[in-house]
């Protein structure tokens, strides 16, 4: 089945630096890539997704791009505030499986003022 | 907020007893998935209902049941409840969901505490 991996599992940046999150995923036949944010006592929130078709998104300070050789769609949060501390994880969705999105780990991203 | 619904918010109960999660979707949303989140398992995928149908099934107890009435609200029912079973277990839906990969919103969770 799919595996998805995540890395760093914490992060710690200051104010105004760039964030950079790696997400893997095994499976060749995934054709869906979100990214989620997780705040304390709250659900996951979608904050950007690819698709397998789309080489790079963008949505203001956050971007994702997607590469099908290396199997690897990183996120990219620039200008970061502390507003933007927070649990990330990534998921993908093997096309065999439906709709089921498998997670990574998460990454706790501290943004220090 | 994403317009998905979870009730009740926290439950606490004993070792053996049942409860019911109970779910409601984005309007207009066909598809609900329920996902149990812990400290050693992460997010992981249980099941999902499409328009009232079982769609896909993933590692869930058989303990466990779900389903998705007429007028789309789900629930998750666990029974002979472990200590293990203590996370924090969300439902998300998405319009679709059958033939597609769409986008899933999550709701707020239940955290389920079993003493």
């Known amino acids: 089945g799919e595996n998805v991996e995540q890395h760093p599992s914490t992060l710690s940046v200051q104010e105004g630096d760039s964030a950079v999150i790696k997400c893997t995923y095994s499976?060749?036949?995934?054709?869906?890539f979100p990214w989620y944010k997780q705040e304390l006592g709250k659900g996951p929130q979608l904050i950007i997704d690819?698709?397998?078709?789309?080489g790079e998104k963008k949505d203001q300070r956050i971007a994702v791009t997607l590469n099908k050789t290396a199997k690897h769609f990183p996120l990219h949060i620039t200008e970061t505030q502390p507003e933007d501390s927070a649990v990330y994880f990534c998921?993908?969705?093997?096309?065999?499986?439906?709709?089921?999105?498998?997670f990574g780990e998460g990454t706790q991203l501290t943004v220090n003022p | 907020d994403s317009g998905v619904t979870q009730t009740p918010k926290h439950l606490i109960t004993a070792t053996g007893q049942r409860v019911t999660l109970r779910c409601s979707p984005r309007?207009?949303?066909?598809?609900v998935y329920w996902y149990q989140q812990s400290l050693d398992q992460g997010l992981q995928f249980l099941i999902q209902?499409?328009?009232?149908?079982?769609?896909a099934k993933g590692n869930i107890l058989e303990r466990f049941s779900a389903q998705q009435f007429p007028d789309l609200h789900s629930e998750l029912n666990l029974s002979s409840l472990e200590l293990g079973d203590s996370a924090l277990y969300f439902c998300?839906?998405?319009?679709?969901?059958?033939?597609?990969?769409?986008?899933?919103?999550f709701g707020p969770g239940t955290r389920l505490t079993v003493l």
């Open positions: 998300a839906s998405s319009p679709l969901g059958s033939g597609y990969t769409d986008t899933q919103y």
């Open positions: 499976d060749s036949a995934s054709n869906y």
């Open positions: 690819i698709r397998s078709n789309v």
């Open positions: 998921a993908a969705t093997p096309r065999v499986s439906g709709s089921r999105l498998t």
């Open positions: 309007s207009g949303d066909l598809s």
């Open positions: 209902y499409y328009n009232g149908e079982e769609r």
